[in-house]
T-cell receptor, first 111, second 113 residues
Framework: TQLLEQSPQFLSIQEGENLTVYCNSS?????LQWYRQEPGEGPVLLVT?????EVKKLKRLTFQFGDARKDSSLHITAAQPGDTGLYLC???????????FGEGTQLTVNP | DAGVIQSPRHEVTEMGQEVTLRCKPI?????LFWYRQTMMRGLELLIY????????DSGMPEDRFSAKMPNASFSTLKIQPSEPRDSAVYFC???????????FGPGTRLTVT
């Protein structure tokens, strides 16, 4: 099983600050996804990146896939309390349909 | 438009009892996934079905766990006998294809005492 390491594990910031979450692996993935999970709910897909070096923007969120397709980052600009949640990265193995999830980054944005 | 439906939402049972978790995928989706989430191990894939057929069950922890998908609109995950270390949130997810976006249900929080 390919492993994904996320950092930081916990992040508490003030409203308006910027932040970056990292997702790293020694393995190559065919694609990488970022999910956001709120308490009592299942993860919800935010974005899928497929091409090495790809950058996708979703309002204040910027996602990047590493050139070698082994790592990814999520950058949030001017964080808001509504961004609070557990952010999970998930890599799709090159050999099939299995998604491997990182441990998650618990983000808290304080008003 | 209903999403993935799971029942029950919460289950508390005693060690040794049988537990059955249920999932109704989104209509038209042909792939279904069962995951387990814990603080220690994060979100782990247990088993994956495509067109009602189990494709990858390598994540099923041991013989106490079994999953079935008798038709395209229903799946069960059974634990017999249950143990305290099975306590976790169990998620069901479905997608149009095995490679498509996965839509997660709200999860079943299982507590085994």
């Amino acid at each position: 099983t390919q492993l994904l390491e996320q950092s930081p594990q916990f992040l508490s910031i003030q409203e308006g600050e910027n932040l970056t979450v990292y997702c790293n692996s020694s393995s190559v993935f065919s694609s990488l996804q970022w999910y956001r999970q709120e308490p009592g709910e299942g993860p919800v897909l935010l974005v899928t990146v497929v091409t090495g070096g790809e950058v996708k923007k979703l309002k204040r969120l910027t996602f990047q896939f590493g050139d070698a397709r082994k790592d990814s980052s999520l950058h949030i600009t001017a964080a808001q309390p509504g961004d609070t949640g557990l952010y999970l990265c998930a890599g799709r193995e090159t050999s099939g349909s299995r998604l491997t999830f990182g441990e998650g980054t618990q983000l808290t944005v304080n008003p | 438009d209903a999403g993935v439906i799971q029942s029950p939402r919460h289950e508390v049972t005693e060690m040794g009892q049988e537990v059955t978790l249920r999932c109704k995928p989104i209509s038209g989706h042909n792939s279904l996934f069962w995951y387990r989430q814990t603080m220690m191990r994060g979100l782990e894939l247990l088993i994956y079905f495509n067109n009602n057929v189990p494709i990858d069950d390598s994540g099923m922890p041991e013989d106490r766990f079994s999953a079935k998908m008798p038709n395209a609109s229903f799946s069960t995950l059974k634990i017999q006998p249950s143990e305290p270390r099975d306590s976790a949130v169990y998620f069901c997810a479905s997608s149009w294809t095995g490679l498509g976006e996965q839509y997660f249900g709200p999860g079943t929080r299982l507590t085994v005492t």
